[in-house]
């Protein structure tokens, strides 16, 4: 791989020291080709599993334009061609299934398909094995073995010690998701979990530090590796596959952006292949090359937080500034509302939706109602402290103690659009 083939001439590169900074900096269509063209000569192999899902994530990445998923599978897609996609197990796209579908999983497990990078979407309910309830094996399973559910847990328990790499698509998969939200009012006689206060014990991979839940990174010890790496005992260099410490990153969002599914997918591929590093990742284990800003600071409205210019209520047509009813922006980081959601277009701020935090360690739980304004100084607990927030907003203009005025500026508002 040249530098001139990702969009980079040699004086450029030169300049770059960081993996954050060169990733940002990189020709993300050209990269894509290259991580199909490893899947086409077979180099690496990718185990899509979906758990504790709406296959939101999929959808999303059929969206992906970079290049369309559709055309990699359907082999439309040049630098694959018919026939010789890699992605061998994807419970929605995959043409095997029943036991068909099975033996693929299986042979995963066994070492048959390595390597592979492992792709996860959906949340896991704590099972039988792991203390949950009897029972609980149903509340997700993948086929059957001796006439009893394997459950999604199990199937972890099989691939993560065969897996090169983990990539969690979505909040779910992430950090638990809406499915790990707890149980407001608890039934009498329901069994209850110790993985989480949710009706199923639902859990992402990657800890949820803001509702203080664990995940299987955590829970697991096949996931020992993979703990090793996300808590900062060992680094990886590009192409340096261990048994002891291997990467997993998170691309959280409900869903995810399609294109950030691609690019971090790639990222992996290549970084397997030895042809690229791995992305700097944030405190909730994000590549900082997508997550690393907030979606306040990219945020087309911020000049009007900046004036104090308002909506009045959540359905106001106008450029206002959302902050005034329930926008989640200043603690949330996520770039697709700068950049859109397909082709530059879409994003909940550019299109007068609140930002409801979907990229964050506690959502839903820690974001709801999604419509009542953050309440400063009071942050989520985890999240930013006080003075970081203030500090951050200050930078474009005001100070995050301006939210105290906010109800006084909102209702000036309201009569002046009624006026």
Not at 95 to 100: I, M, R, T, V
Not at 338 to 353: H, S
Not at 355 to 368: A, Q, R
């Amino acid at each position: 791989m040249s530098l001139g083939s990702i969009g980079l001439n040699r004086r450029d590169f030169l300049k770059i020291t960081g993996a954050t900074a060169l990733l940002a900096s990189i020709n993300w269509r050209e990269v894509v080709k290259l991580a199909a063209a490893q899947a086409k000569s077979g180099a690496i192999n990718i185990v899509w599993f979906e758990a504790q899902d709406c296959a939101g994530n999929t959808t999303a990445l059929i969206q992906a334009t970079q290049p369309d998923l559709v055309d990699v599978l359907g082999g439309s897609f040049y630098a694959v061609g018919p026939g010789n996609v890699k992605l061998v197990f994807h419970e929605t796209v995959m043409p095997e299934w029943g036991e068909g579908a099975l033996d693929i999983a299986r042979a995963a497990a066994e070492g048959k398909l390595d390597p592979f990078v492992l792709v996860l979407e959906g949340s896991f309910p704590q099972d039988e094995k792991a203390g949950g309830s009897p029972g609980s094996d149903y509340y997700c399973f993948i086929g059957e073995e001796g006439g009893k559910p394997i459950s999604c847990v199990e199937w972890m328990r099989r691939l993560l010690p065969r897996a090169v790499a983990v990539v969690t698509m979505g909040n779910c998969a992430s950090y638990g998701g809406l499915v790990a939200n707890k149980v407001l009012d608890r039934v009498q006689g329901l069994p209850s979990s110790a993985w989480s206060d949710s009706p199923t014990g639902a859990v992402g991979f990657f800890d949820d530090p803001i509702r203080g839940i664990k995940g299987l990174v955590s829970l697991l010890p096949e996931a020992e590796p993979f703990r090793r790496f996300v808590t900062g005992q060992c680094t990886l260099k590009p192409g340096e596959i261990r048994a002891d410490c291997r990467p997993a990153v998170a691309v959280p969002g409900c869903p995810a952006n399609g294109d950030g599914q691609l690019r971090v997918l790639a990222n992996l591929v290549l970084w397997a292949k030895g042809l690229l590093p791995l992305p700097e990742l944030d405190r909730y284990w994000r590549p900082k090359f997508i997550y690393g800003h907030t979606v306040h600071e990219q945020c087309p409205r911020a000049g009007s937080y900046a004036a104090g210019d308002f909506r009045a209520y959540p359905g106001e047509n106008s450029y206002r500034c959302l902050y005034a009813v329930g926008c989640k922006g200043p603690i949330s980081n996520c770039p697709w509302n700068k950049l859109g959601w397909v082709n530059g277009v879409g994003g909940p701020t550019r299109t007068g939706g609140v930002c409801i935090g979907c990229t964050m360690p506690g959502f839903t739980d820690s974001y709801e109602p999604f419509y009542k304004p953050l309440q400063a100084p009071r942050v989520p607990s985890g999240l930013e402290g006080v003075a970081a927030v203030a500090a951050l907003l200050a930078g474009v203009g005001l100070a995050y103690g301006v939210s105290k005025s906010i109800e006084k500026k909102k209702e000036e508002t309201i009569k002046e659009v009624k006026g």
